[in-house]
T-cell receptor
Framework: EAGVTQSPRYAVLQEGQAVSFWCDPI?????LYWYQQPRDQGPQLLVY????????NSQLPSDRFSAVRPKGTNSTLKIQSAKQGDTATYLC??????????????FGAGTRLSVL | GQGVEQPDNLMSVEGTFARVNCTYS??????LSWYQQREGHAPVFLSY??LDGLKDSGHFSTFLSRSNGYSYLLLTELQIKDSASYLC????????????WGSGTKLIIKP
């Protein structure tokens, strides 16, 4: 069984540039998460979907970040105008929907973003 | 307030054991998970606990005390490849049932 696939693995930008991250979850997983993980910190949830619907995007900086999952499978996270504070690893994870409780998340390898 | 706290670093010796501590403060509790994250890699699920006591899973065991807001991950017969960060995450209605993550404990194992 293939795991969660993310691309690109690395991205280096100047401030103000845009970047998109792509995620392909485990086949059959209806729930998809995007996390931001600054160096030496735990993951911080940005947004998560059940199928194509956004369940919670309250932690997504909506002025510059956007996320879509149009067919309920792959997903794209975009940063319109990157800032140095966006430097972090962006992790995608998937799981099966378990109501309020999804106990096991499967993570992709992440995209390591550096904004200069 | 809500939060999950872990010590930054822990050092141990190959062949012995290591105990990674996690304390949490939430107004509700719906389970605690442990993940292993090797440098430059994604977190990998290890264990989930929701009831008090010790859960023995062989190389990894987990303990939970809900009344004290405390858990630990116990690794026995340490191998060099166990060197990694260990992340604790708590699910709570405080966060709309999403995981609240600690910053992780970096475990270094010496020969």
């Amino acid at each position: 069984e293939a795991g969660v696939t993310q691309s690109p693995r690395y991205a280096v930008l100047q401030e103000g540039q845009a970047v998109s991250f792509w995620c392909d979850p485990i086949s059959g997983h209806d729930t998809l998460y995007w996390y931001q993980q600054p160096r030496d910190q735990g993951p911080q949830l940005l947004v998560y979907f059940r199928d194509e619907a956004v369940i919670d995007n309250s932690q997504l900086p909506s002025d510059r970040f956007s996320a879509v999952r149009p067919k309920g499978t792959n997903s794209t996270l975009k940063i319109q105008s990157a800032k140095q504070g966006d430097t972090a690893t962006y992790l995608c994870a998937s799981s099966l929907w378990g109501g309020r409780v999804q106990n096991t998340l499967y993570f992709g390898a992440g995209t390591r973003l550096s904004v200069l | 307030g809500q939060g999950v706290e872990q010590p930054d670093n822990l050092m141990s010796v190959e062949g012995t054991f290591a105990r990674v501590n996690c304390t949490y403060s939430t107004s509700g509790f719906n389970g605690l998970s442990w993940y292993q994250q090797r440098e430059g890699h994604a977190p990998v699920f290890l264990s989930y606990v929701v009831l008090d006591g010790l859960k023995d899973s062989g190389h990894f065991s987990t303990f939970l005390s809900r009344s004290n807001g405390y858990s630990y991950l116990l690794l026995t017969e340490l191998q060099i490849k166990d060197s990694a960060s260990y992340l604790c995450a708590v699910r709570s209605p405080d966060s709309n049932y999403q995981l609240i993550w600690g910053s992780g404990t970096k475990l270094i194992i010496k020969p």
